[in-house]
Nanobody, 118 residues
Framework: QVQLVESGGGLVQAGESLRLSCAASETNFSAYNAGWYRQTPGLQRELVATISHTGYVNYADSVRGRFFIARDNAKNTVSLHMSNLQPEDTAVYYC????????????WGQGTQVTVSS
């Protein structure tokens, strides 16, 4: 079973930055697409940013220009650099990896809380 371990969440003030990191136990990590999602209570989990196994990136409109996703295949990690954080960015952030979007090869981390105070 693939395990994803997230780190880097915390409490910051509006305008500050945070970096989230996700380490995967999957040795074939380079073949996986990776991404970050977030969820606030009562709402559906939403896409924040994804990076394909070929390096193609995609961002939610709400974070484009402020967040940056990167992967390090040598370390089996995917990171999310978040700048100019706003209170509406407050959520639990989840790391996900998937192989060709196949459900049986989709794995989620446990989530890390990001709280932005105004």
């Amino acid at each position: 079973q693939v395990q994803l371990v997230e780190s880097g969440g915390g409490l910051v003030q509006a305008g500050e930055s945070l970096r989230l990191s996700c380490a995967a136990s999957e040795t074939n990590f380079s073949a996986y697409n990776a991404g970050w999602y977030r969820q606030t209570p009562g709402l559906q989990r939403e896409l924040v940013a994804t990076i394909s196994h070929t390096g193609y990136v995609n961002y939610a409109d709400s974070v484009r220009g402020r967040f940056f996703i990167a992967r390090d295949n040598a370390k089996n990690t995917v990171s999310l650099h978040m700048s100019n954080l706003q209170p509406e960015d407050t959520a639990v952030y989840y790391c996900q990896i998937n192989l060709d979007r196949r459900v049986e090869y989709t794995y989620w981390g446990q989530g890390t809380q990001v709280t932005v105070s105004s």
